[in-house]
């Protein structure tokens, strides 16, 4: 190798050697200065350089602050008022500022920014100046200067009119002065960079929406229209519908639109139209008629239609009225028009669905006696009554307590067991038919009570009691018809019927001298309710208690009465069975009918006599009648005397022919008196109604 060559070698390494000094260098120093500001820096005067992000932050961030807090005077029409910026939000941008000062001295390539750090000993870094950007609210200065305009500022006057006894009285409009926000936000900002300063605001001349111009037109107008009545004809009755100008000018209602020629608008208050109006459609209209049902005499169903109804039309008359007012014509023709609608629609009487008589069922009683002037009061107040789809009825809450005050009246009611009488006695033969109509028309049965004894005169296990307030009667309407409940009566029956809609079907039903029977009328359709009943056979038979003979001093001397018959009691169940369409749903009661004592009432001195010749033996806890021996039954009434023959002194007393089947021993042998026949069938008691023991009682 020459020794040029080997020149030329050394000083290529000697050159490769010091760039990759320079680079190993470079590298070293950008590592040491990762994160900090380079170069040259300043925002506002103040340096970034050297620091890192969070340094160069917090020292923006004081910067804000002090330019925030400084005052800012706001002049007004030569008044100053104190703020600082920083009561209306004032920021600085401070995220932007740092970033672009972290990218100083970090841009173009790297061979570059390593060419510009090998400089650096000798050449002075570019200085980068940063103009930092303020922010304000907008809406806090607007709010501001609102404040300062209800001090300083002149607000314009609109336009107004008004009737002063009957007159249009104008306000004509002015302009005003306000403040001018425009700028206010720039100047605000530009004096807290400035660390304070004085801002002063303008006022503006603002003017109104309405003009002198329009006011003097709306005068004219109104002069016009509130001049004279404005009257509406009927052709028909010659009847007049007047509008006084009085009227005219209290239901004026006076507005500008500026977006509408004219511009000033008179309207009537149709509250007026309406009020007059509604004080001579009688006269001149025909009213509409509302619908109605009517069952007639062969229990049919017959929707009586709705008729809509003329009247004069409120909106014509109205527009009619503005019309004539702003004009010289004064007069006008009344029109009408069909469309006043109903208060109950034919659509709202078909809604309720009483479509046809569902259920009905009779008893039948004696006339004439107290109880049947309670039943028929007690069926009156249950007619016409509706039951909604879904909701349940009582009879004791529909009909309430039965009172002197309201004409009910004694009649007869059990009472432990014992026949008395109570006011409003004997509605059970209500109950019991009632029940039956809802039993027979597959309605749900919520409550209902039979009763204690059994009587002949109501069906056995298909019936009811009820008594104020304790034994109620209860039903639920479960079908989406309403059910209309309408009563019947004769001097010697009752009928309840009940209408709805069972798809057609039609049962009625009645119970006379112990015998019922049932019809379908009609069989209806495949979705009509099919009720049928079972009763079981007789269970649990028991035997009437012994005899109660009981001391009565108002008969006569020797006088016996039967007061209540004797009868076994028995348990029956009771199966109802209603069939709709596929489904099938039964229910079974269980009927508990109690034995029956017999009572037999008689004269106290007879009652001595039965007791001294031992044929009865008193309770021990029964105090003995006056006269009598150990085993008299019972006691004469509270403040009566009575006074017996002495047995061993008179003769003794004659049975009466109530008790020789009784006591055969105690007749003497030569009168030789037959026993009496009983005759069949129940006693009195079963002609009077009926009421539980005190704990639940039945009427």
């Not at 080997?6 to 490769?16: E, K, P, Q, S, V």
């Not at 059994?454 to 018809?481: C, K, Q």
């Not at 009625?508 to 009763?535: F, K």
Request: glycine letters at 8%; aromatic letters at 6%; a negative charge.
């Amino acid at each position: 190798m020459s020794r040029t060559s080997r020149l030329l070698l050394i000083a290529l390494i000697g050159t490769t050697a010091l760039i990759m000094a320079g680079l190993g260098s470079y590298a070293v120093w950008s590592r040491s200065h990762q994160g900090v500001v380079l170069g040259s820096v300043t925002v506002s005067g103040v340096s970034l350089a050297g620091l890192d992000r969070s340094q160069a932050e917090a020292v923006l961030s004081e910067m804000e602050s002090q330019q925030g807090e400084a005052v800012i005077e706001i002049v007004v029409n030569g008044e100053p008022s104190a703020v600082t910026a920083s009561e209306f939000g004032y920021r600085l941008n401070i995220g932007e500022l740092v970033d672009r000062a972290m990218r100083n001295e970090r841009q173009g390539s790297f061979v570059n920014r390593w060419r510009r750090w090998l400089r650096s000993p000798w050449d002075d870094p570019i200085p980068l100046v940063l103009v930092p950007v303020a922010a304000i609210d907008q809406a806090l200065v607007e709010d501001f200067v609102k404040g300062l305009d209800q001090q300083h500022g002149i607000r314009p006057v609109e336009g107004t009119l008004e009737f002063v006894n009957g007159r249009p009285v104008p306000s004509y409009p002015s302009p005003g002065w306000l403040l001018d926000s425009s700028e206010a936000d720039v100047e605000i900002k530009a004096a807290a960079l400035n660390g304070g300063g004085t801002v002063r605001l303008r006022t503006v001349l603002v003017e109104p929406d309405t003009d002198i111009e329009q006011i003097t037109a709306a005068v004219e107008t109104v002069e016009l229209w509130i001049s004279a009545p404005v009257v509406f004809k009927d052709p028909d009755t010659d009847a007049e519908l007047v509008f006084t100008a009085q009227e005219i000018a209290d239901a004026t209602i006076f507005s500008f639109d500026l977006d509408r020629s004219p511009s000033v608008q008179l309207t009537i208050d149709r509250r007026l139209v309406t009020r007059k109006v509604s004080a001579i459609n009688d006269q001149v209209g025909t009213p509409p008629v509302n619908a109605y049902y009517e069952i007639d005499d062969n229990d049919r169903v017959i929707i009586h239609p709705s008729e809509t109804g003329i009247g004069v039309d409120v909106d014509t008359v109205g527009d009619m009225l503005e019309t004539l007012a702003a004009g010289s014509e004064r007069q006008g023709v009344l029109t009408k028009v069909a469309g006043t609608q109903p208060h109950v629609t034919t659509q709202d009487i078909e809604n309720l669905g009483i479509r046809h008589l569902v259920s009905q069922y009779t008893t039948y009683h004696d006339c004439c006696a107290a109880r049947v002037t309670n039943i028929q009061l007690f069926a009156d107040r249950v007619n016409d009554a509706l039951v909604l789809p879904g909701e349940t009825f009582s009879l004791n809450r529909h009909v309430g307590e039965r009172t002197e005050e309201d004409g009910f009246v004694e009649a007869g009611t059990l009472v432990r067991g014992e026949l008395t009488d109570t006011v409003g006695g004997g509605v059970s033969q209500f109950a019991t038919t009632f029940y039956n109509a809802v039993f027979w028309g597959g309605y749900e049965d919520i409550t209902h009570k039979t009763h204690s004894f059994h009587f002949t005169r109501y069906p056995e296990g298909i019936e009811a009691t009820i008594n104020w307030p304790e034994v109620d009667l209860v039903f639920r309407n479960d079908t989406p018809s309403h059910v209309l409940i309408r009563t019947e009566y004769t001097d010697t029956s009752i009928t309840v019927k009940f209408f709805g809609d069972n798809d057609g079907r039609v049962l009625i039903g009645r119970w006379r001298d112990g015998e019922g029977r049932l019809r379908i009328l009609s069989e209806g359709g495949p979705q009509a309710r099919v009720v049928s009943a079972m009763l079981s056979e007789r269970t649990e038979e028991r035997e009437p208690p012994e005899i109660l003979y009981r001391a009565n001093p108002e008969l006569a001397p020797g006088e016996a009465e039967e007061i209540q018959t004797a009868k076994v009691g028995w348990t029956v169940k009771v199966t109802r069975t209603i069939r709709q369409g596929e489904e099938t749903d039964n229910r079974i009661w269980t009927v508990r009918y109690i034995p029956r004592q017999e009572i037999v009432e008689m004269h106290p001195c007879l009652m001595a006599y039965l007791t001294d010749t031992g044929v009865l033996t008193a309770p021990e806890d029964q105090e003995t009648a006056p006269g009598a021996g150990s085993g008299a039954v019972g006691s004469p009434a509270e403040g009566a005397e009575v006074v017996c023959p002495d047995p061993e002194e008179e003769v003794a007393p004659e049975l009466p022919e109530e008790l020789i089947d009784r006591f055969p021993e105690l007749v003497p042998e030569d009168e030789g008196q037959l026993p009496i026949e009983e005759e069949d069938g129940q006693g009195p008691i079963e002609e009077e109604e009926e009421q539980a023991p005190v704990d639940d009682g039945e009427q």
